[in-house]
């Protein structure tokens, strides 16, 4: 407990592990990534509470949400999707960088099979604001021409979990490399 403006508080870290103790992996990995990304918490000092949390209520899901929080996701529908993709057996790299046959950058995805040249992303709400339309397909245009393929993902895709993984399965297989999880 420390004092913020004459308020006592938990410490970061202690509402972290709080957080992963008593919420549910699909509430608690986005609520740690926020925590992660802003720099609340450091990511080797939370795996390293979570580790040593024993006798505890909680104690198993919350070091099984420090294992998959990343300080690299932009947004909690960001984040469940990499945790639902990675608990499918699916896994994919955060925040990837694809660049050209050249070198040259192209765009960062939100979750990359790079050996695929395939991408999935998280398109918010925010999509839909002025001009955000256009840039989206410039940008789309520019990783279709370095050989990638982008599967786009909405809030209504993350409600039909089953159907998305699945469809993250058979863009894989359509890329070459299988779909199971030792694929992975």
Do not use: K, M
């Amino acid at each position: 407990v420390l004092l913020v403006g004459g308020f006592r508080c938990t410490t970061g870290l202690r509402t972290a592990l709080d957080l992963a103790r008593a919420e549910p992996w699909e509430d608690s990995v986005p609520a740690l990534d926020v925590l992660l990304a802003s720099g609340i918490v450091r990511l080797d000092e939370l795996r390293r509470a979570a580790a040593g949390l024993t006798g505890v209520r909680g104690a198993r899901i919350a070091r099984a949400a420090a294992a998959f929080a990343d300080p690299r996701a932009e947004s909690p529908p960001e984040s469940r999707l990499r945790l639902l993709l990675a608990r499918a057996g699916l896994p994919a790299v955060p925040q990837f960088v694809v660049r050209d046959a050249d070198g040259r950058f192209v765009a960062r995805v939100d979750l990359a099979y790079p050996e695929l040249c395939l991408a999935v992303e998280y398109d918010g709400a925010w999509h839909a604001e002025d001009g955000q339309f256009a840039r989206d397909r410039q940008r789309l245009n520019r990783l279709v021409a370095a050989g990638w393929v982008v599967l786009h993902v909405t809030a209504a895709d993350l409600r039909r979990p089953d159907q998305l993984v699945a469809r993250v399965r058979a863009l894989r297989a359509a890329r070459g490399r299988g779909s199971g999880a030792a694929d992975a």
